[in-house]
T-cell receptor, first 114, second 115 residues
């Protein structure tokens, strides 16, 4: 069974641009969460989607947004990029929205903002 | 506010030696507790989890963790480390009975293994 797939794996953008990252969850998984990982702040929760609805959002500015499609695939968008947005963005999926379900992570999309 | 503290940023152990990685949490009630491992260039993989019951939990790859309520700790242990265990380890918590998927992670402990 295929794991969580994130695209692109690496990308470089300049300040002020926007970026869209994609995540395909494990087949049958309806919950997708996004995390930002940086050396300074560690892993921080961005948002969670379940059945196309955002259920929870972390403490990030409105420049960070996301959505989930009917096939459970998810995208996140960052507008007006800043240098501090350089990070590894991790997507994770679980079968349902319960915290007791195992969270499976993708390998991440590494964003560099110049 | 809820928080997770991993006091050790970097630990080096010799192959075959025992390992203990520390994790302390600050939470109003006993949260759900998790340990994840991240190998270089990889995503995170769940090692083990604690929801309730027996305070000693067994995980994959020979890891175990002990929940100590009085110390608000959930330390990860392995009796004999293998070179392939070199990775970064993250402790995480979530609200008990929560229906939402977000976890609060510690800053991680990087494990190096000497031959």
């Amino acid at each position: 069974k295929a794991g969580v797939t994130q695209t692109p794996r690496y990308l470089i953008k300049t300040r002020g641009q926007q970026v869209t990252l994609s995540c395909s969850p494990i087949s049958g998984h309806r919950s997708v969460s996004w995390y930002q990982q940086t050396p300074g702040q560690g892993l921080q929760f961005l948002f969670e989607y379940f059945s196309e609805t955002q259920r929870n959002k972390g403490n990030f500015p409105g420049r960070f947004s996301g959505r989930q499609f009917s096939n459970s695939r998810s995208e996140m968008n960052v507008s007006t990029l800043e240098l501090g947005d350089s990070a590894l963005y991790l997507c994770a999926s679980r079968r349902d929205g319960l915290i007791t379900g195992e969270l499976f992570f993708g390998e991440g999309s590494r964003l560099t903002v110049l | 506010a809820q928080s997770v503290t991993q006091p050790d940023i970097h630990i080096t152990v010799s192959e075959g030696a025992s390992l203990e990685l520390r994790c302390n949490y600050s939470y109003g009630a006993t949260p759900y507790l998790f340990w994840y491992v991240q190998s270089p260039g990889q995503g995170l993989q769940l090692l083990l989890k604690y929801f309730s019951g027996d305070t000693l939990v067994q995980g994959i790859k020979g890891f175990e963790a002990e929940f100590k309520r009085s110390q608000s700790s959930f330390n990860l242990r392995k009796p004999s480390v293998h070179w392939s265990d070199a990775a970064e380890y993250f402790c995480a918590v979530a609200p008990p009975g929560g229906s939402q998927g977000n976890l609060i992670f510690g800053k991680g402990t990087k494990l190096s293994v000497k031959p």
